[in-house]
């Protein structure tokens, strides 16, 4: 997606081998500090800019102009000047160093939809009450995400629902192995990712037939088809009063995900007992009767304002994640012997007799290292860069490289492999994302093996969109290791 863009001139982060971009917002001001008050760029055509050379492949596109122009240039989308930032030295000089210039976001027209404009992750507000409701957010994920669960054996409520569904989901790829012989695990392992992140926002699962948690899952594939190629109307403003069916199926994807997240939090609010906190959406509007009725009244929050923020959450903790661990199958069925080290490493660390947990994740280095290799390798979301200048063989999947001398993780190095941004815009479900993707892949490979059939090949070719999906592949075939 092209996007998000700000004010008169924006700045792109693009990285080179299969990589794509993400956009942020920049100050002309800050271009001096570049040291290139005009960063040089390709020429362009009235109206339309450069749409014509990115429109296919953006990622790959920017990274052969790149090559030409340098780790600072200047496209056009449309009639939106934009500063594409190459290199990672460049990317956090400019989210980190001056982050306070890149807090922003732009007011595209359709950002106003999501979230009603309120987006902690799309709205262009980045204000002291931009940050009051974001500080909310991350102590709302904090309670029913990383603090203890009283109520289980687990370390924190994340690890009992994590737990719980990855134990579902082996019985049903054992199932399927009995019926059917092979399976596709992409749907199966949306639904688990789904569940966990509906467990935290709204104290529910649901049954993998579930109607509503299916129209859940096609609400967010279809999301991620209509918003892939962006809103040329965002980038040439006189597209808006042309009729656009794909905007239009945007704005009722919108609707529709909205009105399911409302639906539920009316539900909290008439069922709602103090001092009951049951999940995210309770804690909200905990926080938001407290408020209402203290001297911090100014800054309560509406309904509005929760309904954005578990937008924001619920989408924090379901793509990344759902991808992640989908490339990761693709990549442990195509490196067997890789796979085959990481079970070596599980066994002897955890054994067969308990499941890991978040604490055994220290003990582990070797699956940390196959989650930032598989990161690195795939960059299905941005700033994972394979550059180069930052990895030696950057075509070649080899965990080892994260791993020192003393068998310990080189955090100099997996510090470069930047899966949920940098700056003030970070990503606000990191910490559960990065724990979540660790014990799925934990308890699965500790009671699974995976392979596909033998004749045949996955096609990890990646294809562009919100997120880089992999082809799906129905031949996936596990055997339960004893």
Not at 173 to 180: G, N, P, S, Y
Not at 417 to 440: D, S
Request: glycine share 6%; with cysteine; aromatic share 10%.
């Amino acid at each position: 997606m092209l996007s998000p863009i700000l004010g008169n001139v924006a700045v792109g982060l693009v990285s080179e081998e299969d990589n794509q971009q993400t956009l942020y917002s920049f100050r002309p001001s800050l271009l001096s500090l570049l040291s290139l008050e005009n960063p040089p760029g390709p020429w362009r055509l009235p109206i339309i800019g450069n749409l014509l050379t990115i429109m296919h492949d953006p990622h790959l596109a920017l990274t052969s102009l790149k090559q030409k122009y340098g780790n600072v240039m200047q496209i056009h989308i449309g009639t939106v000047p934009v500063v594409v930032l190459s290199g990672f030295e460049t990317i956090y000089q400019a989210l980190v160093v001056q982050g306070d210039d890149f807090k922003a976001r732009p007011d595209f027209y359709s950002f106003r939809f999501i979230g009603n404009g309120k987006s902690l992750t799309f709205g262009k507000d980045c204000g002291d009450v931009w940050y009051e409701r974001k500080r909310m957010a991350q102590r709302a994920l904090k309670s029913f995400s990383t603090s203890s669960n009283p109520m289980s054996l687990s370390s924190c409520y994340l690890e009992t629902y994590v737990t719980r569904e990855a134990e579902l989901l082996i019985d049903k790829f054992i199932d399927l192995m009995k019926t059917a012989g092979h399976f596709d695990p992409y749907r199966y392992i949306m639904l688990s990712v789904t569940n966990v992140i509906c467990a935290v926002c709204f104290g529910r699962t649901y049954d993998y037939n579930d109607k509503e948690l299916t129209e859940l899952l096609e609400l967010n594939s279809e999301f991620g088809k209509v918003t892939g190629s962006g809103y040329p109307a965002d980038f040439i403003p006189i597209l808006r009063f042309l009729p656009s069916r794909t905007f239009t199926n945007f704005k009722n994807l919108i609707f529709r995900f909205t009105k399911f997240i409302q639906l539920i939090i009316h539900d909290h609010n008439q069922n709602h007992e103090m001092g009951n906190i049951r999940d995210i959406t309770d804690k909200l509007i905990a926080e938001c009767r407290m408020r209402s009725q203290s001297e911090y009244k100014h800054k309560a929050l509406s309904n509005d304002d929760i309904t954005s923020i578990v937008l924001d959450i619920f989408g924090a903790g379901f793509d990344t994640v759902s991808k992640a661990l989908s490339w990761s199958l693709m990549y442990l069925v195509s490196n067997p012997t890789i796979q085959q080290k990481i079970h070596a490493e599980l066994d002897a660390v955890v054994g067969q007799n308990r499941l890991p947990k978040f604490s055994d994740r220290a003990q582990l280095p070797y699956m940390n290292a196959f989650i930032l290799e598989m990161l690195r390798h795939s960059s299905f979301v941005p700033f994972t860069i394979p550059h180069r200048d930052l990895w030696r063989d950057p075509f070649i999947f080899r965990p080892e490289r994260f791993i020192t001398t003393c068998g310990k993780i080189d955090r100099n190095l997996s510090d470069k492999v930047i899966l949920f941004g940098m700056g003030q815009r970070k990503c606000i479900g990191e910490t559960i994302g990065r724990l979540e993707i660790f014990l799925f892949l934990a308890i699965l490979l500790q009671k699974l093996e995976f392979s596909v059939s033998a004749d045949v090949t996955v096609d990890m070719t990646p294809i562009y969109g919100l997120t880089m999906k992999h082809r799906r592949c129905d031949h996936f075939k596990v055997c339960a290791r004893v």
